[in-house]
Protein backbone atom coordinates (compact mmCIF):
# COMPACT_ATOMS: atom_id res chain seq x y z
CA UNK A 1 0.00 0.00 0.00
CA UNK A 2 1.54 3.75 -0.80
CA UNK A 3 2.47 5.69 2.17
CA UNK A 4 1.09 9.10 0.30
CA UNK A 5 -2.07 8.65 2.31
CA UNK A 6 -0.37 8.64 5.33
CA UNK A 7 1.50 11.86 4.44
CA UNK A 8 0.45 15.63 5.80
CA UNK A 9 -1.27 17.64 2.48
CA UNK A 10 -1.43 21.24 1.75
CA UNK A 11 -4.90 22.29 2.86
CA UNK A 12 -4.94 26.15 2.08
CA UNK A 13 -2.67 29.10 1.28
CA UNK A 14 -3.35 32.50 1.69
CA UNK A 15 -0.98 35.14 0.37
CA UNK A 16 -1.35 38.71 2.44
CA UNK A 17 0.13 42.26 1.29
CA UNK A 18 1.39 43.95 3.93
CA UNK A 19 3.31 47.31 3.64
CA UNK A 20 5.44 49.16 6.40
CA UNK A 21 7.41 52.15 6.96
CA UNK A 22 10.34 52.46 6.81
CA UNK A 23 13.33 54.37 9.09
CA UNK A 24 14.17 57.03 6.28
CA UNK A 25 14.40 57.35 2.85
CA UNK A 26 16.58 54.27 1.12
CA UNK A 27 17.89 55.42 -2.25
CA UNK A 28 18.68 53.78 -5.16
CA UNK A 29 19.58 53.94 -8.58
CA UNK A 30 15.97 52.76 -10.14
CA UNK A 31 14.12 54.33 -6.80
CA UNK A 32 13.67 56.00 -4.08
CA UNK A 33 11.65 54.27 -1.05
CA UNK A 34 10.01 55.43 1.86
CA UNK A 35 8.44 52.25 2.50
CA UNK A 36 8.67 48.40 2.34
CA UNK A 37 5.90 46.19 0.96
CA UNK A 38 5.86 42.24 1.86
CA UNK A 39 3.81 39.55 0.10
CA UNK A 40 3.35 37.06 3.86
CA UNK A 41 2.62 33.47 2.58
CA UNK A 42 0.55 31.09 5.54
CA UNK A 43 0.35 27.64 3.98
CA UNK A 44 -1.89 25.38 6.28
CA UNK A 45 -1.29 21.64 6.48
CA UNK A 46 -4.17 18.99 7.11
CA UNK A 47 -2.08 17.48 10.30
CA UNK A 48 -2.60 21.39 12.02
CA UNK A 49 1.07 23.06 11.13
CA UNK A 50 1.45 26.19 9.56
CA UNK A 51 4.25 27.08 7.28
CA UNK A 52 5.12 30.75 6.69
CA UNK A 53 7.31 32.77 4.04
CA UNK A 54 7.94 35.68 2.39
CA UNK A 55 8.14 37.68 -0.87
CA UNK A 56 9.65 41.54 -1.35
CA UNK A 57 10.54 43.20 -4.18
CA UNK A 58 12.15 46.50 -4.14
CA UNK A 59 9.93 49.96 -5.13
CA UNK A 60 7.17 48.10 -7.24
CA UNK A 61 7.91 47.66 -10.77
CA UNK A 62 11.22 49.63 -10.71
CA UNK A 63 13.42 47.15 -9.36
CA UNK A 64 12.41 43.87 -11.63
CA UNK A 65 9.33 42.35 -13.04
CA UNK A 66 7.45 41.18 -10.32
CA UNK A 67 5.32 43.06 -7.85
CA UNK A 68 3.55 42.72 -4.62
CA UNK A 69 0.29 42.63 -6.66
CA UNK A 70 1.16 40.14 -9.11
CA UNK A 71 2.82 38.17 -6.32
CA UNK A 72 -0.02 37.63 -4.53
CA UNK A 73 -2.15 36.89 -8.03
CA UNK A 74 0.22 34.55 -9.23
CA UNK A 75 0.08 32.55 -5.33
CA UNK A 76 -3.68 33.01 -5.29
CA UNK A 77 -4.61 32.24 -8.77
CA UNK A 78 -2.00 29.92 -10.42
CA UNK A 79 -0.35 28.41 -7.83
CA UNK A 80 -2.69 27.11 -4.61
CA UNK A 81 -4.85 25.54 -7.24
CA UNK A 82 -2.27 23.58 -8.30
CA UNK A 83 -0.75 22.48 -4.87
CA UNK A 84 -3.71 22.27 -2.74
CA UNK A 85 -3.72 18.57 -1.67
CA UNK A 86 -0.40 17.70 -2.63
CA UNK A 87 1.47 16.69 -0.02
CA UNK A 88 3.33 18.94 1.71
CA UNK A 89 6.79 16.88 2.80
CA UNK A 90 8.34 17.53 -0.03
CA UNK A 91 8.93 20.83 -1.03
CA UNK A 92 11.07 19.62 -4.31
CA UNK A 93 7.88 17.69 -5.67
CA UNK A 94 5.89 20.50 -4.95
CA UNK A 95 7.92 23.18 -6.95
CA UNK A 96 8.44 20.92 -9.81
CA UNK A 97 4.79 20.62 -10.52
CA UNK A 98 4.48 24.40 -10.14
CA UNK A 99 7.63 24.75 -12.45
CA UNK A 100 5.60 22.69 -14.94
CA UNK A 101 2.58 25.20 -15.17
CA UNK A 102 3.63 28.65 -14.04
CA UNK A 103 6.69 30.30 -15.97
CA UNK A 104 9.01 32.51 -13.52
CA UNK A 105 7.36 34.42 -10.90
CA UNK A 106 11.15 33.61 -8.78
CA UNK A 107 9.38 35.50 -5.73
CA UNK A 108 6.56 33.57 -5.18
CA UNK A 109 8.13 30.19 -5.73
CA UNK A 110 10.30 31.25 -2.99
CA UNK A 111 7.40 32.41 -0.52
CA UNK A 112 6.10 29.06 -0.92
CA UNK A 113 9.09 27.15 -0.63
CA UNK A 114 9.95 28.95 2.30
CA UNK A 115 6.41 28.19 4.03
CA UNK A 116 6.79 24.19 2.82
CA UNK A 117 10.65 24.34 4.73
CA UNK A 118 9.05 26.04 7.78
CA UNK A 119 6.21 23.77 7.80
CA UNK A 120 8.56 20.40 7.81
CA UNK A 121 10.90 21.96 9.79
CA UNK A 122 8.62 22.13 13.03
CA UNK A 123 6.96 18.89 11.64
CA UNK A 124 9.95 17.06 12.33
CA UNK A 125 11.51 19.47 14.93
CA UNK A 126 14.41 20.47 13.09
CA UNK A 127 15.50 24.02 11.92
CA UNK A 128 15.24 25.02 7.98
CA UNK A 129 19.40 24.57 7.30
CA UNK A 130 19.17 21.24 8.69
CA UNK A 131 16.65 20.16 5.75
CA UNK A 132 19.33 21.81 3.63
CA UNK A 133 21.79 19.68 4.71
CA UNK A 134 23.05 21.24 8.03
CA UNK A 135 24.47 24.72 9.29
CA UNK A 136 27.95 25.48 8.21
CA UNK A 137 27.80 28.22 10.25
CA UNK A 138 25.59 29.51 12.86
CA UNK A 139 26.06 33.10 12.77
CA UNK A 140 26.37 35.68 9.45
CA UNK A 141 28.06 38.87 8.96
CA UNK A 142 25.63 41.38 8.03
CA UNK A 143 26.66 45.03 6.32
CA UNK A 144 24.53 48.13 6.29
CA UNK A 145 23.34 50.25 3.51
CA UNK A 146 23.99 53.69 3.19
CA UNK A 147 21.53 55.44 1.42
CA UNK A 148 20.87 58.60 2.17
CA UNK A 149 22.76 60.41 -0.57
CA UNK A 150 24.48 62.61 1.55
CA UNK A 151 28.38 62.33 2.35
CA UNK A 152 28.60 64.01 5.98
CA UNK A 153 24.92 62.14 7.21
CA UNK A 154 26.30 58.75 5.77
CA UNK A 155 29.55 59.02 7.69
CA UNK A 156 27.67 60.08 10.98
CA UNK A 157 25.76 57.18 10.77
CA UNK A 158 28.57 54.86 9.92
CA UNK A 159 30.94 55.73 12.23
CA UNK A 160 27.86 55.40 15.08
CA UNK A 161 26.84 51.80 14.01
CA UNK A 162 30.62 50.95 14.03
CA UNK A 163 30.34 51.92 17.62
CA UNK A 164 27.60 50.54 18.98
CA UNK A 165 29.15 46.91 16.60
CA UNK A 166 26.24 46.58 14.59
CA UNK A 167 27.76 47.08 11.08
CA UNK A 168 31.49 47.25 9.88
CA UNK A 169 31.01 46.85 6.76
CA UNK A 170 28.96 49.66 4.37
CA UNK A 171 27.19 49.90 0.69
CA UNK A 172 26.85 52.54 -0.95
CA UNK A 173 24.16 52.80 -3.52
CA UNK A 174 24.90 54.60 -6.83
CA UNK A 175 24.52 55.41 -9.87
CA UNK A 176 21.85 57.78 -9.73
CA UNK A 177 24.20 60.63 -10.27
CA UNK A 178 26.88 62.16 -12.33
CA UNK A 179 30.04 59.49 -11.99
CA UNK A 180 31.90 62.35 -11.00
CA UNK A 181 29.56 62.92 -7.99
CA UNK A 182 29.37 59.60 -7.17
CA UNK A 183 33.10 58.92 -6.76
CA UNK A 184 33.55 62.08 -5.10
CA UNK A 185 30.94 60.71 -2.42
CA UNK A 186 32.24 57.12 -2.51
CA UNK A 187 35.95 58.84 -2.03
CA UNK A 188 34.66 61.02 0.78
CA UNK A 189 32.69 58.35 2.84
CA UNK A 190 35.53 55.80 2.55
CA UNK A 191 38.02 58.59 3.63
CA UNK A 192 35.72 59.86 6.89
CA UNK A 193 35.98 56.31 7.74
CA UNK A 194 39.17 54.82 7.04
CA UNK A 195 40.38 51.44 7.65
CA UNK A 196 37.54 51.04 10.53
CA UNK A 197 35.65 49.90 7.82
CA UNK A 198 35.10 48.10 4.54
CA UNK A 199 33.09 50.08 1.76
CA UNK A 200 31.36 48.44 -1.18
CA UNK A 201 29.28 49.84 -4.01
CA UNK A 202 26.01 48.51 -6.08
CA UNK A 203 25.41 49.96 -9.21
CA UNK A 204 22.31 48.07 -9.64
CA UNK A 205 23.14 48.44 -13.56
CA UNK A 206 23.06 51.91 -14.09
CA UNK A 207 26.17 52.63 -15.90
CA UNK A 208 27.25 51.48 -19.87
CA UNK A 209 30.23 49.47 -20.32
CA UNK A 210 32.39 52.44 -21.58
CA UNK A 211 31.40 54.35 -18.21
CA UNK A 212 31.96 51.44 -16.06
CA UNK A 213 35.59 51.17 -17.54
CA UNK A 214 36.29 54.56 -17.39
CA UNK A 215 35.50 55.10 -13.49
CA UNK A 216 35.80 51.62 -12.22
CA UNK A 217 39.60 52.49 -11.57
CA UNK A 218 39.18 55.75 -9.27
CA UNK A 219 36.77 53.17 -7.49
CA UNK A 220 39.46 51.26 -7.15
CA UNK A 221 41.51 53.82 -5.95
CA UNK A 222 38.90 55.08 -3.64
CA UNK A 223 39.50 51.56 -2.00
CA UNK A 224 36.20 50.25 -2.81
CA UNK A 225 36.48 46.60 -1.70
CA UNK A 226 33.67 45.32 -4.51
CA UNK A 227 31.58 47.03 -7.24
CA UNK A 228 28.39 44.99 -7.60
CA UNK A 229 26.23 44.69 -10.90
CA UNK A 230 27.75 48.07 -13.29
CA UNK A 231 26.11 47.00 -16.20
CA UNK A 232 22.94 45.52 -17.54
CA UNK A 233 22.15 42.12 -16.39
CA UNK A 234 22.27 40.78 -20.08
CA UNK A 235 25.72 41.99 -21.40
CA UNK A 236 27.61 38.95 -19.45
CA UNK A 237 30.65 39.66 -22.05
CA UNK A 238 30.60 43.13 -21.13
CA UNK A 239 30.78 42.51 -17.01
CA UNK A 240 33.87 39.75 -18.03
CA UNK A 241 35.24 42.59 -20.36
CA UNK A 242 35.29 44.54 -16.98
CA UNK A 243 36.14 41.48 -14.80
CA UNK A 244 39.28 41.53 -16.72
CA UNK A 245 40.32 44.91 -16.52
CA UNK A 246 40.63 45.26 -12.77
CA UNK A 247 42.01 44.07 -9.30
CA UNK A 248 38.95 45.30 -7.51
CA UNK A 249 36.55 42.14 -7.86
CA UNK A 250 33.21 42.69 -9.96
CA UNK A 251 29.93 40.74 -8.02
CA UNK A 252 26.88 40.03 -10.07
CA UNK A 253 23.64 40.26 -8.83
CA UNK A 254 20.75 40.49 -10.90
CA UNK A 255 22.69 38.45 -13.93
CA UNK A 256 22.39 35.36 -12.22
CA UNK A 257 19.53 33.60 -10.65
CA UNK A 258 19.88 29.99 -11.39
CA UNK A 259 22.53 26.83 -11.46
CA UNK A 260 22.41 27.56 -15.25
CA UNK A 261 23.63 31.15 -15.05
CA UNK A 262 26.23 30.91 -12.66
CA UNK A 263 27.74 28.19 -14.91
CA UNK A 264 27.66 30.34 -17.70
CA UNK A 265 29.10 33.54 -16.10
CA UNK A 266 31.74 31.23 -14.51
CA UNK A 267 32.94 29.61 -17.74
CA UNK A 268 33.10 33.43 -19.21
CA UNK A 269 35.37 34.16 -15.96
CA UNK A 270 32.28 37.42 -15.82
CA UNK A 271 32.14 37.32 -12.19
CA UNK A 272 34.07 37.23 -9.13
CA UNK A 273 31.44 37.25 -6.89
CA UNK A 274 27.65 36.06 -6.95
CA UNK A 275 25.31 37.66 -4.89
CA UNK A 276 22.72 35.12 -3.85
CA UNK A 277 19.41 35.50 -3.39
CA UNK A 278 16.46 32.97 -2.26
CA UNK A 279 13.99 35.52 -4.33
CA UNK A 280 16.11 35.06 -7.51
CA UNK A 281 16.08 31.27 -6.90
CA UNK A 282 13.08 30.53 -6.09
CA UNK A 283 13.59 29.58 -2.74
CA UNK A 284 16.48 28.93 -0.66
CA UNK A 285 16.82 25.19 -1.66
CA UNK A 286 18.00 27.26 -5.38
CA UNK A 287 20.21 29.28 -3.48
CA UNK A 288 21.97 26.64 -2.05
CA UNK A 289 22.68 24.30 -5.86
CA UNK A 290 23.46 28.07 -7.16
CA UNK A 291 26.15 27.90 -4.38
CA UNK A 292 27.46 24.93 -4.99
CA UNK A 293 28.43 25.74 -8.78
CA UNK A 294 29.77 29.29 -7.97
CA UNK A 295 32.08 26.73 -4.94
CA UNK A 296 32.70 24.64 -7.92
CA UNK A 297 34.02 27.22 -10.12
CA UNK A 298 36.30 29.40 -7.63
CA UNK A 299 33.57 32.12 -7.43
CA UNK A 300 32.84 33.72 -4.08
CA UNK A 301 29.76 33.87 -2.67
CA UNK A 302 27.75 36.97 -1.11
CA UNK A 303 24.50 36.50 0.68
CA UNK A 304 22.23 39.25 -0.75
CA UNK A 305 18.52 40.84 0.18
CA UNK A 306 15.39 42.19 -1.73
CA UNK A 307 15.15 43.86 1.89
CA UNK A 308 13.12 41.52 3.22
CA UNK A 309 11.35 41.36 6.81
CA UNK A 310 12.46 39.39 9.21
CA UNK A 311 10.80 36.10 7.86
CA UNK A 312 12.39 36.11 4.70
CA UNK A 313 15.83 37.53 6.18
CA UNK A 314 15.84 34.65 8.64
CA UNK A 315 14.68 32.06 5.44
CA UNK A 316 17.50 33.84 3.48
CA UNK A 317 19.75 33.23 6.88
CA UNK A 318 18.83 29.32 7.06
CA UNK A 319 20.05 28.83 3.05
CA UNK A 320 23.04 30.94 3.69
CA UNK A 321 24.17 29.46 6.77
CA UNK A 322 24.03 25.98 4.93
CA UNK A 323 26.46 27.07 1.74
CA UNK A 324 29.50 25.47 2.13
CA UNK A 325 31.32 28.97 1.52
CA UNK A 326 29.96 32.85 2.26
CA UNK A 327 33.38 34.50 2.00
CA UNK A 328 31.75 38.06 1.61
CA UNK A 329 28.95 38.11 4.06
CA UNK A 330 25.97 39.19 3.55
CA UNK A 331 23.25 42.06 3.54
CA UNK A 332 20.40 40.66 5.49
CA UNK A 333 19.42 44.48 7.15
CA UNK A 334 16.09 44.43 5.91
CA UNK A 335 14.41 44.03 8.85
CA UNK A 336 16.57 46.89 10.44
CA UNK A 337 15.58 49.53 8.17
CA UNK A 338 12.08 48.99 9.04
CA UNK A 339 10.21 50.92 11.70
CA UNK A 340 8.55 47.90 12.46
CA UNK A 341 7.74 44.15 11.11
CA UNK A 342 4.53 41.91 11.87
CA UNK A 343 6.63 39.27 13.44
CA UNK A 344 7.00 38.71 17.10
CA UNK A 345 10.50 38.83 17.36
CA UNK A 346 12.58 40.71 14.83
CA UNK A 347 16.08 39.94 13.64
CA UNK A 348 18.98 41.95 15.06
CA UNK A 349 22.64 42.31 14.69
CA UNK A 350 24.72 41.99 17.61
CA UNK A 351 28.53 42.42 17.30
CA UNK A 352 28.18 42.59 14.09
CA UNK A 353 26.12 39.25 13.60
CA UNK A 354 22.95 38.00 12.99
CA UNK A 355 22.31 34.66 14.75
CA UNK A 356 20.57 32.02 12.56
CA UNK A 357 17.64 31.01 14.37
CA UNK A 358 18.13 27.04 16.04
CA UNK A 359 14.34 26.05 16.69
CA UNK A 360 11.90 23.80 14.57
CA UNK A 361 11.27 25.52 11.24
CA UNK A 362 12.26 29.28 10.56
CA UNK A 363 12.23 30.22 14.10
CA UNK A 364 10.24 33.07 13.23
CA UNK A 365 6.17 33.72 14.36
CA UNK A 366 3.67 36.00 13.15
CA UNK A 367 2.61 38.88 15.71
CA UNK A 368 -1.12 38.53 14.83
CA UNK A 369 -2.38 41.89 15.81
CA UNK A 370 0.52 43.99 13.98
CA UNK A 371 -0.45 41.80 10.77
CA UNK A 372 -3.90 42.48 11.30
CA UNK A 373 -2.42 46.40 11.43
CA UNK A 374 -0.47 46.62 8.62
CA UNK A 375 -1.98 44.59 5.92
CA UNK A 376 -3.33 46.42 3.21
CA UNK A 377 -7.01 45.15 3.22
CA UNK A 378 -7.36 45.41 7.04
CA UNK A 379 -10.42 47.67 6.10
CA UNK A 380 -12.36 44.38 4.81
CA UNK A 381 -13.91 41.63 6.94
CA UNK A 382 -12.89 38.49 5.21
CA UNK A 383 -9.63 36.84 7.57
CA UNK A 384 -7.27 35.02 5.61
Known sequence: MSNESHQPCISAIA?????????????LAMTTMSR??????????????????????????SYGEQSPESIKLALDHYIAPLVIGMSASSANAVLAKVDQSVQGNSLAKSALETALLDAQGKRLGVPVHALLGGAVRHSLPVLWTLASGDSARDIEEARHLLEVRRHKVFKLKIGKRSPEADIRHVAAIKAGLGDHADITVDLNQAWSEATAARYIPELQAAGVMLVEQPIAKDNRRGLARLARMFTVPIMA???????????????????????????????????????????????????????????????????????????WGTELFGPLLLKDDIVIERASVVDFELAVPSAPGLGVAIDEDKLAHYRRDRSRTAVA
Open 15 to 27: AIIVDLPTIREHR
Open 36 to 61: QTLVIVRLRCDDGIEGIGEATTIGGL
Open 253 to 327: DEAISSPADMFDYACDGAAAIVALKIAKSGGPLGVVRTAAVANAAGVGCYGGTLLEGTIGSIASAHAFAACRTME
